[in-house]
């Protein structure tokens, strides 16, 4: 059996995208490991990605398109296998009626990071619908809160060199969970321990991070602004504010200043539910350490004031003055470092793109069921599974039943929104096709080439694009550019080029060196390149130019809570990448069934032990679990992993079924952490998972394997 090693990308929604070794034997991958030589990701494969074999060789893939017979939302039962040209007319077809109907904008795309892929996930599909005239995706659901206050503070979402985090003497984990989501900083992160660095995590969980930290420090959710703004105020009366650096380098220091003035310690310590002590040490451990690293997480902007209080951290090391030094700064996402600009390759000048409304991909459930005015009748869904991770689950759901809503997925496996399609069209995985990464986490870009064979008839998202552009009828050359013109088009006005890529995989291409500062002088991407501590901007949307507080909604409603006493937020876990392997059996295994984590005061309160079956619910709707007993989390707060499937959980309903459609402060973004719910028993025969109506056997689920530990331990951490 002849057998080759070829390297390529991880594809998956992580700030890390590792560089792997790729092993093939007749068409087949066979084997898989990290590349030992990439500097950042240093030869380790995270615990989800260990196993991504198992999702590319899986029996589940999908090989052949499908046409929906049934009623929606029952399962494959519903469809029947047909060929491509079938199923491409049908789509054609129903996009087309849907424009002839209510005009183009009635057509939604509906996309995000399935892949992280710039060919695959970025540009023929966006292409195709900008030429449409279809209404603009606003892709929200992540970071949209995030990069609203990072355009506004720093420009972009750029901050200090992620591999010069070994020069911290304190780091800040705030609101990130490394070990569970960015797991090759960690390496780094302990290279500068080992010289003396502190280490604070501030999170409302004992994650596995915080449990591995030299302090862990658990505020209410919603509160981070809060405590940023103490923190501040500490600084600045202990004389560590670097005033020479603000006056340089920032706009708006005085008005900061000024309204630090109403946020001692105490006050930000009692809106955070914390000893003030705690918030005192902390401030001045961050007054008298250089350089400090703040690395935010993602987490913490799912809430009602997240654009405020990424703006605060934000605005901290501003304030003593932290991006002199290598090492020192904030850090969200090293996106907008990349030179890669996208838009200019789904719009390019010699193809028509008419003007269009933007949706909000987070609002989809409100949409769907009335709130889009022309109507969405037809949904076109790649790289994303709505049915289970967008908010607001029984809404949504209600509005992919729709009978005059046209609905197109293309898929690799049967997810929870295949359930609703009216065509399924089968996509192919990483190794079978070409695609191009940049990452939000460090600043290597990566090109990965297809080497394997794809399943039966699947096709990569954008051959399948192309049919269908075929098929409506549009025969522009800028639609028919093949997967390799498109990274060739992506890669123009960068350092690199397309044959540099294919001979070294992957080429650091941001121009900020390992090691660097890169903003000690200033030069942050505002238009006078100051940072702004004050935005005047903000104000016409109605927010304050200021970082201040902006409570979270249902979080602080006292009247809501007599009714639903408990917050409820959804980390990511260990073994899921959002909804991408739920379906694993491996992956189920290691993650066990749906659970909700109590404080030991709230589950005796409701007389509950751990393993009891119970019903999480609020006004929304309501999902089945087991308890998990844990001090994990504070008294009044509880949590569980996101990602499960409905179709594969108790009740075929998800954490989703509780969480409300309602927009973040800035950007847009979904407030997933801002829940509020109960907790009541169910007998225990509830939690068996009846399996889906499918034509043929689906793999096991969450519930159909045994329960795991609550703590989850650590694998595949790279040696420091």
Sequence with gaps: MARSTHPGACPLDCPDTCVW???VADGRAVALRGDRDHPFTRGALCGKVNRYLDAVNGPDRLTTPYVRTGPKGVGRVSYRPASWAEAIARAATGLRASIDRHGPESVLPYYFAGTMGHVQGWTMGPRLFAHLGASR???TICTGAAQAALRSIYGGSIGFEPESIVDARLIVLWGANPLATNLHLWPFIQQARERGAYLVTIDPLRTDSAARSDQHVAPLPGTDAALALGLMRHVLDAGAADEEWLAAHTVGWPELAARLGEWPVERAAAACGLPVGVVRDLGTRIATTRPTAVRVGLGLQRHHGAGQAIRAICALPLVTGDFRYPGGGALVSTSGHH????????????????PARSVNMSRLAAVLTGEAD???TSLVVFNANPAATAPDQNRLLAGLRRD????????QRWTDTCDYADVVLPATMQPEHLDLHSSYGHHYTTLNLPVTEAPGEALPNTEIFRRLAAALGIDHPRLRDSDEELARQLLRGTPVSFEELRERTYVRITGVAVGSAPYAHGGFRTPGGRARLHDPSLARLGVDPLPGHTPPVEATDRELA??????LVAPAGRFLMNSTFASLPWHARRTGPPRVHLHPDDAAARGLADGDAVRVRNDRGAFLAAVAVDDATRPGLAFTYKAYWARLSPGRATVNAVTAVRDTDLGGAPTFHDCRVEVEPVPAELLTVEPPRDAEPAPRGPADVPARPVAQPVESVPAG
């Design 21 to 23: 070794q790729l092993t």
């Design 137 to 139: 995706l606003d892709t």
């Design 339 to 354: 030179p890669i600009d996208e838009e200019r390759v789904v719009r390019p000048p010699d193809l028509p793109a008419p």
């Design 374 to 376: 022309p109507p969405v």
């Design 404 to 411: 005059d809503l046209h609905t197109v997925v293309l898929e």
């Design 562 to 567: 007599r009714r639903f006493p408990l917050v």
